[in-house]
Structures are given as C-alpha cells and as structure tokens.
T-cell receptor, first 115, second 111 residues
Framework: GENVEQHPSTLSVQEGDSAVIKCTYS??????FPWYKQELGKRPQLIID?????GEKKDQRIAVTLNKTAKHFSLHITETQPEDSAVYFC??????????????FGTGTRLAVRP | SQTIHQWPATLVQPVGSPLSLECTVE??????LYWYRQAAGRGLQLLFY??????ISSEVPQNLSASRPQDRQFILSSKKLLLSDSGFYLC??????????FGPGTRLTVL
C-alpha cells in the first residue's frame, strides 16, 4: 500500500519568514495530494491540493509543488503569521471512484510562528 | 452546501462499556464516508470507509465496527471499550473526487 513520509516533524519560524514542509510517497499510481491544517482541538481543514497533471499550485500565501519523478511534494507558506501556527498534514491518494478514495496521511508537522 | 455533523462532541466512558458514535452528512447524496482515529499528538489512522449503504471496508482489525444504515449516516460502535480506544474520532465524506471533508470530531476518553 501507499506510504507517506513527512518532514520535519516540528518547525519554528520567525513571523514573516517562509516555511517549507516536504512529503514523499511510495506509490507511483497516486495522483491526488491534499494538505490539511489542524488547529489545536479542531478538525483538519483542507488548505490546498494538487493533482498529478499539475506541477505547482498557488493560493495567496500558500503553494504546493509536485515532483512526480521523485515522488515528492511540498507545501510552501510565505510571509508567515502567528495564525499559521498549527499542525499540517500531507496526504496522497489514488482515485478509485466507486471503490473508495482512500487518503494516506503523513505523520504531521507542528509549525510554530514566533511573533 | 454540504454539512457534516458528529455527536457526541465529547464522551467519557469506562473500560468495558459499549460505544456508539454517529456521523451524518447533509446536502449531498451517496457520499463516500470515512472514520478516522487520532491519538493525542499523533496522525490520522483510517479505521473504516464506506462507498454505499451497507458497504463497509475495515482498514485495521480491532474491537471497533462500523455500519451505514442510511445513505448519509455512518455509525462507529464497540461492544467493549479498551483504554487504547481513547482518542479523537473524525468522520469525513467525499464525492468521488478524492477531496475529503472532516466533521467536528468526537473526543473519547476511556477510563
């Protein structure tokens, strides 16, 4: 089955700096890669996703890049703010439609933004 | 728009007691439904998923079970809780587009 590794497990940055979180996956058939943000005690919230026919996607201060050859994808947050502090999870999925779209999650990165 | 509900929000149960957690989705039909567990400070573990009424796939063998009696209702159950069942239980739904949306979760403490 799919295996997703996520690094680093913790990340501390100064407000205004950039943060980068990296994930690698094992199944070359995976074609969907979402990123979730989870604040303390809350549900994971989808913040951005990318499909394997796209190399990069950007939404304001966040961006995701995908390298299918190397089987890794990254989350980039620019101009970090204290409210970006949370745990971030990457995931990978191979769309199977009616057979169920199972996400395999990374182990999470705890991001702390220092004011 | 679609909405997902879970209840109860929090639950404290003694070891050996039964469990029933409920998840319902509004505003869509025939969603894929998922149950995840998250231990304190840990990642998301997929427990069960369902692609339709009465169709349940188990990812991890354990003392939990799931049922889908209606199209938009997903239930997680146990006959006898263990200490290791403590955690944050999250229900999620998707519409065959991979994107999964999570419910607010149930925080279960087994004492």
């Amino acid at each position: 089955g799919e295996n997703v590794e996520q690094h680093p497990s913790t990340l501390s940055v100064q407000e205004g700096d950039s943060a980068v979180i990296k994930c690698t996956y094992s199944d070359s058939a995976s074609n969907y890669f979402p990123w979730y943000k989870q604040e303390l005690g809350k549900r994971p919230q989808l913040i951005i996703d990318i499909r394997s026919n796209v190399g990069e996607k950007k939404d304001q201060r966040i961006a995701v890049t995908l390298n299918k050859t190397a089987k890794h994808f990254s989350l980039h947050i620019t101009e970090t703010q204290p409210e970006d502090s949370a745990v971030y999870f990457c995931a990978a999925s191979m769309a199977r439609g009616s057979s169920g779209d199972k996400l395999t999650f990374g182990t999470g990165t705890r991001l702390a933004v220092r004011p | 728009s679609q909405t997902i509900h879970q209840w109860p929000a929090t639950l404290v149960q003694p070891v050996g007691s039964p469990l029933s957690l409920e998840c319902t989705v509004e505003g869509t039909s025939n969603p894929n439904l998922y149950w995840y567990r998250q231990a304190a400070g840990r990642g998301l573990q997929l427990l069960f998923y369902s692609v339709g009424i009465g169709q349940i796939s188990s990812e991890v063998p354990q003392n939990l079970s799931a049922s889908r009696p209606q199209d938009r209702q997903f239930i997680l159950s146990s006959k006898k809780l263990l200490l290791s069942d403590s955690g944050f239980y999250l229900c999620a739904w998707s519409l065959r587009t991979d994107t999964q949306y999570f419910g607010p979760g149930t925080r279960l403490t087994v004492l």
